[in-house]
């Protein structure tokens, strides 16, 4: 492990997944018929990055201590950057947000203080669960998006379901779910630091 290059190919995964998150976002905001589509596309391919980057550092015996590091970074940058873009779109409540991008900005900088110090936070099953249910919920909602884009400059006149309303309520119950993945990730971590002593997950 130590030995292994800092720039591998699971490192250089995780930063292509930053580097594709202006991408998503100005495709998201074109205002082009075929943006919505093409940020579905982009958060699909930046998200397959996050699934095979771990994999491949494991399988090939390439996990750095940058690795640790910028796959959880990468992975808060690109999630944290499509929430607050639903939330500014008005599809998911602020209140909802908030606090999971706070959760994150605050696990972010305890990681980068524990890097400076030689340490490393493991990231729980919870935390890798609520990333996924964030993924999971803002794909789901670029397809309805982008299909409905589509269908609109191709059958015009067209209206995909769900409508306005409906998929508000979607994009609300995904990240509801979110949010108590975030706190039960918060609380697992209290339980550790008070009866183990341990750093905080990511």
């Known amino acids: 492990m130590s030995g ?17 998150t202006p991408v998503f976002l100005l495709m998201l905001f074109s205002g082009e018929w075929y943006g919505k589509g093409i940020a579905f ?6 998200s397959a990055t996050d699934f095979y980057d771990g994999r491949l550092a494991r399988a090939g015996n390439q996990v750095t201590r940058a690795g640790r590091f910028l796959d959880p970074l990468a992975d808060k940058i690109l999630v944290t950057s499509a929430l607050i873009a ?9 209140w909802l947000v908030a606090p999971v991008v706070v959760r994150d900005v605050a696990i972010t900088g305890m990681r980068m203080h524990a890097l400076s110090r030689g340490r490393q936070l493991e990231t729980s099953r919870v935390a890798k669960w609520k990333t996924a249910v964030q993924l999971v919920a803002v794909i ?9 884009s589509v269908a609109e400059r191709f059958f015009p006149g067209a209206k995909l379901p769900p409508d306005r309303d409906r998929l508000c309520v979607l994009a609300n119950l995904l990240m509801t ?26």
Do not use: C, W
């Open 177 to 202: 779910t979110a949010l108590l993945l975030t706190i039960l990730s918060g609380l697992q971590y209290m339980i550790r630091a008070r009866f183990h002593g341990s750093e905080p997950s990511a």
């Open 41 to 46: 596309v982009v958060f699909g391919i930046a």
């Open 140 to 148: 789901v909602l670029l397809f309805i998006l982008g299909a409905q």
């Open 4 to 20: 292994a290059k800092t720039m591998n190919l699971p490192n250089f995964l995780s930063v292509l997944r930053i580097a594709l």
């Open 86 to 94: 639903l939330v500014y779109d008005r599809l998911v409540s602020l």
